[in-house]
């Protein structure tokens, strides 16, 4: 096995000369050491099944469901529909796969944010698409004394009705993608990884509503937050090929999708793994205000994600 870290980033590693679906101990104890150093793992060509990918996924925790309709470990990520047509932009499907192309760690709406997840390439459009990553360690490194201990003292809620209506989306609770009906978990702003007790920054587009903090003020930080921490030599594009397996580390680590052209399919297979409760379960509080994250016709165009 080869690992060879990133160049010009300060994370990441492409991993080399290894059968994710022939794994030994001894070469999954390497890898898992490599993960938690590098934070985003890059497979090449492994051209995994299903089975395959969901067995490497159970390696490291229990996956998580993201939809009832979920049989076994994996799900799609795509905007094609089981008909083989493309979703459309009235569709749920398409809004939720545009909303993710904000900066985001997964599930952390849910009062058990996730701490692990995966994505291999199956079908892919002619262009764009890709997968970008930031490492929130090497942010939080760089943030002054002073800032590094104001953030410790900042929570915030989280919300997938909140970062979908920034995107100019209105959804329910009937929409079954993990949209909160339970209250909204309260998460810190910064995070010390359970395993390797380094910080990070842990916010991200679902992040809003600091507690003592106005309205505007909260969103300002955030956003500018999360903008400042996302820059080089803290991010990486990866530019995926079909048979392509990359891990990351939902722990210390945002990602977000890359636009493409809708027209065509785009179909990425998705495992994630859950969070230790002791490390990723939230409290959770009233919602009550779910009701104003909802654009209303007039506004909505204003709220649409700038595809970056």
């Known amino acids: 096995?080869?690992?060879?870290?990133?160049?010009?980033?300060?994370?990441?590693?492409?991993?080399?000369?290894?059968?994710?679906?022939?794994?030994?101990?001894?070469?999954?104890?390497?890898?898992?050491?490599?993960?938690?150093?590098y934070g985003v793992l890059i497979f090449p060509e492994q051209h995994l099944t299903s089975d395959e990918q969901g067995a490497f996924a159970r390696r490291f925790g229990e996956t998580e469901k993201l939809s009832p309709k979920q049989r076994g470990d994996t799900i799609p990520i795509?905007?094609?529909?089981?008909?083989?047509?493309?979703?459309?932009p009235e569709e749920y499907q398409y809004?939720?796969?545009?909303?993710?192309?904000?900066?985001?760690?997964?599930s952390t709406y849910m009062p058990l944010a996730s701490?692990?997840?995966?994505?291999?390439?199956?079908?892919?459009?002619?262009?764009?698409?890709?997968?970008?990553?930031?490492?929130m360690r090497a942010a939080w490194d760089e943030l002054d004394t002073e800032t590094q201990a104001q953030l410790e003292t900042l929570s915030a809620y989280h919300s997938l009705y909140y970062s979908q209506a920034q995107a100019g989306f209105e959804h329910t609770t009937d929409n079954l993608y993990g949209l909160h009906n339970k209250g909204a978990p309260l998460r810190p702003i910064i995070k010390t990884?359970?395993?390797?007790?380094?910080?990070?920054?842990?916010?991200?587009?679902?992040?809003?509503?600091?507690?003592?903090?106005?309205e505007a003020d909260s969103a300002a930080l955030l956003h500018n937050l999360l903008a400042e921490a996302c820059q080089p030599p803290r991010i990486y594009k990866h530019g995926?090929?079909?048979?392509?397996l990359v891990v990351?580390?939902?722990?210390?680590?945002?990602?977000?999708?890359?636009?493409?052209?809708?027209?065509?399919?785009?179909?990425?297979?998705?495992?994630?793994?859950?969070?230790?409760?002791?490390?990723?379960?939230?409290?959770?509080?009233?919602?009550?205000?779910?009701?104003?994250f909802a654009p209303s016709q007039s506004n909505a165009s204003d709220l649409t994600a700038d595809p970056a």
């Open 248 to 292: 990351w580390d939902n722990r210390c680590m945002m990602h977000r999708a890359c636009p493409y052209d809708p027209q065509h399919p785009r179909e990425l297979r998705g495992s994630r793994i859950s969070g230790d409760p002791a490390s990723e379960l939230a409290p959770t509080y009233p919602d009550e205000r779910a009701d104003t």
């Open 95 to 106: 809004q939720i796969l545009k909303g993710n192309e904000g900066w985001h760690t997964d």
């Open 1 to 37: 096995m080869i690992i060879e870290p990133v160049a010009n980033t300060t994370f990441g590693a492409v991993v080399m000369e290894v059968s994710l679906k022939n794994l030994d101990d001894a070469t999954w104890t390497a890898i898992y050491t490599a993960f938690l150093g």
């Open 240 to 244: 995926w090929q079909v048979g392509d």
């Open 115 to 135: 701490k692990v997840a995966m994505l291999s390439a199956v079908t892919l459009p002619p262009a764009g698409g890709e997968t970008e990553f930031a490492d």
């Open 193 to 214: 990884h359970p395993e390797t007790g380094r910080k990070s920054i842990y916010t991200g587009r679902h992040a809003y509503g600091i507690p003592g903090m106005d």
């Open 78 to 88: 795509s905007n094609k529909k089981p008909d083989g047509t493309v979703a459309t």
